[in-house]
């Protein structure tokens, strides 16, 4: 990080950066309990309609019924809804960091998601208590992949750089757009991982 540029504002992912990976988690109960191919698994939980649903451009039932319908899920598996958002859970230590963080810095949320699964979560870990503000998808009708969602979150943090912030997610084509738009990113690995990348940047200090 160039030490004449202030950090203010540090953006986190939240499926597999704070989150675990709950979709991915999932995916393999599901291949189990179908005794299907896991890219078959994938293709349909991870196709196009899925990220039609996460611009808010269709209804989580009927997400879930293209879901059933391609994968011919028994009714015996019950709400597949409720078991995909019982998958995630805070990383270890994440919480604890991102409190850590926000004591000297904002600290905002980027996510691919969903109004269901952000209820979920919320109602669960009272999530969005850990964060000065942040963008959903769904919220704004564009994903990550679109390309420009970075942009609209800037819209909330007012006189603030594209170099005065630091994007960390666990996808690394997440980070491209990110990174050549001139922001600084992280590719986060795990906490220990990232408390270290942290450190070289002077971000936080060794205590």
Do not use: C
């Not at 996460?54 to 899920?73: C, F, G, H, T």
């Not at 109004?115 to 503000?133: G, H, T």
């Amino acid at each position: 990080m160039n030490r004449n540029i202030v950090l203010k504002l540090i953006v986190f992912d939240l499926g597999g950066t704070v989150f675990s990976k709950g979709k991915q988690a999932f995916i393999d109960l599901l291949t189990e309990q179908l005794n299907t191919n896991r890219e078959k698994v994938v293709s349909v939980i991870d196709g196009p309609h899925a990220l039609v649903y996460r611009r808010n451009e269709m209804s989580a039932s009927d997400y879930w019924q293209i879901v059933r319908k391609e994968l011919n899920v028994p009714e015996k598996l019950g709400n597949l809804e409720k078991l995909w958002f019982n998958q995630y859970a805070p990383i270890p230590g994440m919480p604890n960091l991102v409190a850590e963080l926000r004591k000297h810095y904002k600290v905002a949320y980027l996510s691919n998601n969903t109004p269901e699964r952000v209820s979920f979560l919320q109602q669960k870990y009272r999530f969005l208590d850990w964060f000065d503000n942040g963008v959903f998808s769904y919220e704004v009708g564009t994903v990550k992949s679109d390309g420009g969602l970075y942009k609209i979150l800037m819209k909330k943090f007012e006189a603030i750089t594209p170099q005065e912030i630091l994007i960390i997610d666990d996808r690394e084509q997440n980070l491209t757009e990110p990174h050549n738009a001139g922001f600084q990113t992280v590719l986060f690995q795990n906490p220990e991982q990232l408390i270290n990348e942290l450190q070289k940047r002077g971000v936080i200090t060794v205590k």
